[in-house]
């Protein structure tokens, strides 16, 4: 109910591997405002399905944050952007077919 209600989904994280908080946020078609860590950048893109600042930079952070929630025409495209990213790349059948193609190439 909270993702539902939010216009935007924001994870400063200091590590993180690749987040499924993100995931859920971008299947939402919620732009993404997040540390550029770890495996964050596996799945948003700056300035396209969010905006990635340094870690622990608070400023940037805030910057960020206000620039989607005072825009709504770039919050709404990165919103969709987050979706389709996240149904094309991190989809159910996408990821059966990339771990099937893991487990048939791993030697017996």
């Known amino acids: 109910d909270v993702l539902a209600a939010a216009d935007v989904f924001c994870m400063p994280s200091i590590w993180e591997g690749l987040p499924l908080a993100i995931l859920e946020a971008m299947f939402a078609g919620k732009p993404v405002v997040a540390s550029d860590i770890s495996g964050i950048p596996e799945a948003v893109a700056s300035e396209r399905e969010g905006i990635l600042v340094p870690p622990g930079a608070v400023q940037p952070l805030a910057e960020a944050l206000a620039r989607l929630v005072t825009d ?37």
């Open 72 to 108: 709504d025409a770039l919050r709404r495209r990165m919103g969709i952007a987050a979706r389709t990213r996240a149904c094309a790349e991190f989809g159910v059948a996408k990821m059966a077919a990339q771990y099937e193609a893991c487990y048939a190439s791993t030697p017996r």
